[in-house]
């Protein structure tokens, strides 16, 4: 009874870390233009979301590799002190400048935060009991996704935007005393070798890349500029994967791509983070761009992806007792192609009914692919790969939302309304449909491979 109440109690603190980071992206930019309304700096609007995500993207990884070297406690525990101290300081900024420096601290710590839980999740829980417990993670990212823009437009109107980053601190606080009593590691007490020439080499060619990335956004076209910054960012990972493929203790093991679950996990779980922000985006701009409707309706539209989401999670536990894994990613991704035709067809006359049901579908397939994914990386690997394992599963979803928002940024035209808009929009939407096969390709391969599970 006593491990059981082990159990939840660590459930109970991932679960708030986990919503510190999730309904900080939707809670923060609700605040930003009251931010800038006060300290100015319109010209560093971007930088204070963007800045937060290169931060997230380049920690995830490092973390997850350290949780292995040092324990996730410890590595958690660190995670969260630099996320709220991060946020205490960006809530006490007095210009933008001073807001952009701590949204990077802040997003640093966030890496912890969507890594580390979902590897204790692995060590602690059956193989069976991680789906379940994924489907309660993901619950949480749907639900910040409805109330994010709520409780951060309430508490910038009838309080100050200064408490969208206060508010962390309770919540991080009684998540660090949750997991000190109820999680215990025995840990080696050899002296660990920290992978230093990965993690600077990894830095500095993930900060070009995103730095490319954000002149793609700007400038949709090839410069001498983006170029340039294309170019750093390939030598330093060519110098990364060399440093990684002879050192002692890499940060990103290549031997755990030998692993097809791993493999193809990681290739799946970067189409459906592409997916995932393209339509989350551009559902509602065609809502409001296209058909000519409200942003209220365009939230309507949007909502059932949340909803199905979470139960997409929560049955794929079920499925795990019944079916294979192969059989369920195949279903997931099916589910994720059907709805992304479902985009193709939409015309300026379609009515929000039917987007929801689009909408639905693709929550469904999200829910089932990536918690799938989730749990089988975390069951693939033993306990001294585990965390390396999961922050790359992790940056290969950043990436893919962050690579998503810009290359399909580049369909669209100057003209954010009407036919043009539907046309540019109807590229974009092909384009998914695309990348939807790719997905389902890809689970095909896992036809006929057994997962090892590994309970420890």
Partial sequence: MQGVTKQNIIVTSLIIATFLTAIEGTIVSTAMPKIVEDLGGSSLYTWVISVYLLATVISTPIFGKLADLYGRKIMFQIGVVIFLLGSTSSGLSQTMEQLVIFRLIQGIG???????PM???GDVFSFEQRAKIQGWISSVWGISGVIGPIVGGFIVDAISWHWIFFMN?????ISLILLQQALHEQLSKKKQIIDYAGIITFTISMTAFLLALNIVKVEKQMTTNLFFWLLISLVFMCLFLFIEAKGKEPMLPLSLFKNRFITVSNIASFFIGFILVTVTFYIPLWVQGVSGLNATLSGIAMLPMSITWMIGAMITGKLFEKITVASIAIIGSTMIIFACIGLVFFQA???????????GILGIGFGLSSTLYTVVV???VEWNFRGAAMGTINLMRNLGQTIGIAVSGLWLGEELHGSQLAESLHHVFFFLVILAILTFLFAMMLIGRKLKQTTH
């Fill in 349 to 359: 006359n379609t009515i929000i009914p039917w987007m929801m049901v689009t909408t």
């Fill in 378 to 380: 975390q069951s693939a």
């Fill in 169 to 173: 601190l309770p919540f991080g606080i």
């Fill in 110 to 116: 966030a890496g912890a935060l969507a890594t580390i």
């Fill in 119 to 121: 590897t204790i999740i």
